[in-house]
């Protein structure tokens, strides 16, 4: 499948249109997103599907423009993709208004399809809409897809059709139009200093453009500390965890625990599969977990003892968690890297449960085996590629699928599933939420 976006209009005369801009811009819109239509839907007046949309491009635009640095660079702040119905929550609204297509204008029938970060690249999620929960519009979208794309294959997608609006438009002195081209202005004449101001509070869910209402040690972290080191794994987990009233001292936190243990990089010893693109985070986390299992000469269902013995198995001096206790944000769980080429360390706030500590472990052992390539990393809360791959990977390092299959059957009741989760958790020194997950995420129709 083609790692592509294309946004494609045709301009269109619409002399129902009031709005002078709106009928300057109207056009017949489609976007492909890996040669899947993402705006395909069934028309409720013809009962045919089409690919097409016919609606003002300037609304669009105007919206790409506002949240362009937050489209390329913050990640998905949940697991999944918020429900429709949770829109006007408090805890999704501001991030669904930055990321959702459907809210550059409540009045026209777009999409709900999704731009964000995942880390290496940058997603299009989009998903279809359920026969019965628009009535009032002039259909439904039909089609639910996932396509990663590269960052700048992204970007050049969005810059060519902000592009063609604004020569839409070329002449006009209509107020937004002006606004428009002044904040266009502001992205596509900005140097590298300023780009990478933009980046790094993007990746934190900030608007760049309204830093004069930020804390001043906000601004001078963002410009002064971080700016020339966006490109390292350890900026980029940062800011991808980070929330603004914490991010000074978190990061201090950061520094202190990655200097003061002597926190390096290393080339991991088995190159891992290329991630980002064509990968499942999921699938590779668990692929890399029975691989490393095997490394260590452990039996597909073989229960790990302790990451130390792991460590041993695997021809190291030591695996060791250091005890961190400098309060960084929740959403910052440890600081990962290697001490030595035979010394990989994992430090952080010590966990109040000793399943919780094994856990974490093993998702800071993901880190050390395959991410630190390049510098330390951090073990967070974020939801990107590397988080995500780092959980399935100790999922399935501490309590492999197979193991539990064996154990769980589709029609086990209630009780009985109940039972079978304690031995095993017991077993296998891991939260029965880790089973859950893992009878989730291999398709298993069990009730929990």
Not at 231 to 246: G, Q, V, W
Request: aromatic letters at 8%.
């Amino acid at each position: 499948m083609s790692r592509s976006l294309s946004i494609e209009c045709e301009w269109l005369d619409e002399p129902g249109a009031s709005d002078p801009v709106e009928r300057r811009t109207w056009a017949m819109l489609r976007i492909v997103a890996g040669d899947r239509s993402v705006t395909r839907l069934l028309d409720r007046i013809t009962e045919s599907e089409r690919q097409a949309l016919f609606v003002p491009a300037f609304p669009i635009a105007h919206w790409l423009v506002a949240n362009w640095w937050c489209l390329l660079h913050e990640p998905m702040r949940s697991e999944v993709l918020p429900a429709p119905t949770v829109f006007q929550h408090p805890a999704h609204r501001p991030w669904m208004l930055r990321h959702c297509l459907r809210a550059s204008d409540s009045g026209l029938f777009l999409p709900r399809m999704f731009l964000y970060s995942n880390g290496p690249s940058v997603c299009v999620n989009w998903a279809a809409d359920e026969e019965d929960a628009y009535p009032h519009m002039p259909g439904y979208f039909v089609e639910s897809g996932l396509v990663c794309a590269e960052r700048d294959v992204v970007d050049v997608a969005l810059r060519e059709f902000v592009s063609k609006v604004l020569s839409r438009l070329q002449g006009s002195n209509a107020p937004q139009v002006k606004d428009l081209r002044q904040n266009w202005s502001a992205i596509s004449e900005g140097d590298a200093e300023e780009s990478a101001f933009c980046m790094a509070s993007a990746q934190m869910g900030l608007d760049p453009y309204s830093s004069d209402t930020w804390d001043a040690a906000l601004v001078q972290f963002l410009e002064h500390q971080v700016g020339d080191a966006l490109e390292e794994p350890l900026t980029r987990d940062f800011l991808e965890a980070a929330t603004a009233p914490s991010a000074v001292a978190a990061w201090r936190w950061v520094a202190d625990t990655t200097q003061s243990l002597g926190l390096q990089r290393r080339m991991p010893s088995r190159p891992r599969p290329p991630i980002g693109l064509t990968a499942n985070a999921a699938t590779i986390g668990y692929s890399l977990a029975q691989r490393t299992r095997g490394m260590a000469g452990l039996s597909a269902r073989a229960p790990v003892a302790d990451l130390s013995s792991l460590a041993e198995r695997l021809g190291w001096g030591s695996f060791s968690f250091e005890e961190r206790n400098h309060l960084p944000p929740s959403s910052v769980r440890a600081a990962v890297g290697w001490r030595s080429d035979t010394e990989p360390v994992v430090a952080g706030p010590q966990p109040g449960r000793s399943d919780s500590l094994r856990f974490l472990e093993a998702r800071g052992l993901y880190h050390v085996l395959f991410g630190c390539e390049k510098g330390p990393r951090l073990v967070t809360e974020a939801h990107t590629w590397d988080q995500q791959a780092s959980r399935a990977f100790a999922a399935e390092l501490l309590v492999p699928r197979d193991a539990i299959l064996d154990r769980c059957a589709p029609d086990t009741n209630s009780q009985e599933l109940d039972n079978i989760l304690a031995t095993l958790a017991g077993e296998y020194q891991v939260s029965t939420k880790v089973i859950e997950h893992q009878l989730e995420n291999s398709g298993i129709s069990v009730s929990i």
